[in-house]
């Protein structure tokens, strides 16, 4: 069976079997040429925001190639046509000065209308994790589904959405981190997997000291089985040279490095690996040194 996931566009949606929007079972509709001034926005489409200076290239690459892609509309009865999905190839239409633009035609009622285009956002590439949750959350809660039709919506396991949906219980301080790129959605799942009251100080600790996803897995599973807060997220600060052995470590073994230093001078550098291979590409490394 055909991998389906996010990226796609609406191609998952319409030719996944048994997720038809209304349409019959022969993918009713039609490509016209129609007058870029007779389409207008879904006035319920998730996405209010357009970068300008990409639109911008868009633009320049319509002037240069024309318009490849359709943009997928609804008929209204007054004549003009709502867009389900390609706002930003519409816009970027008129700046390059067209007339008339491609579309492809579907028929949709208006809840099926909201449905696709929050669907059709879910699938953008360019979203971060928290922006496809609050897409998914929206999906359920405004459209009346369930997490399994939403899964079957976006092609994706139930299991993944759950994920996604998950992240919108953790702290708003946690959220903004992830939405700013500065953890990445395995450290927020990491996160969510400890007790809440903990959540925030496992955030802090990724980013003073720059904890990789498996680092930040093992601080949540020792604070699940109950271990003291204090303990686990203890601020063990080092010396300068001994964070600067860990970075020169890293570029050879990974950023799975552990560095501690003894009570009573010495300790222990532990270098992380899961497989016999990770030790022949260590070594291969060390040799070209």
Known sequence: MKNKGLGRGLDAIFDAEGTSFGNDRNGAGRIEEIAVSLIIP????PRTQFDENALEELADS????????PITVKKENDGRYVIISGERRWRASQLAGLETVPVYIREADDQTLHE??????IQRQDLNAIEIAISLQRLMDECGVTQDTVASRVGKKRSTVANYLRLLSLPPEVQLALKNDLISMGHAKAIASAPEKSRLGILNKILKKGLSVRQAEELARKLAEGK?????????????????LVEHCARIFGDDIKIKKGRNGGGKITIGFETDDDICRFLDKLQNI
């Open 42 to 45: 879904n006035p319920k489409q």
């Open 62 to 69: 319509i002037r240069t190639l024309g318009m490849i892609q």
């Open 116 to 121: 696709m285009a929050l669907v059709e956002n």
């Open 228 to 244: 003291p807060e204090r303990e686990v997220l203890a601020d063990d600060e080092l010396p300068d040279n001994y964070t600067r």
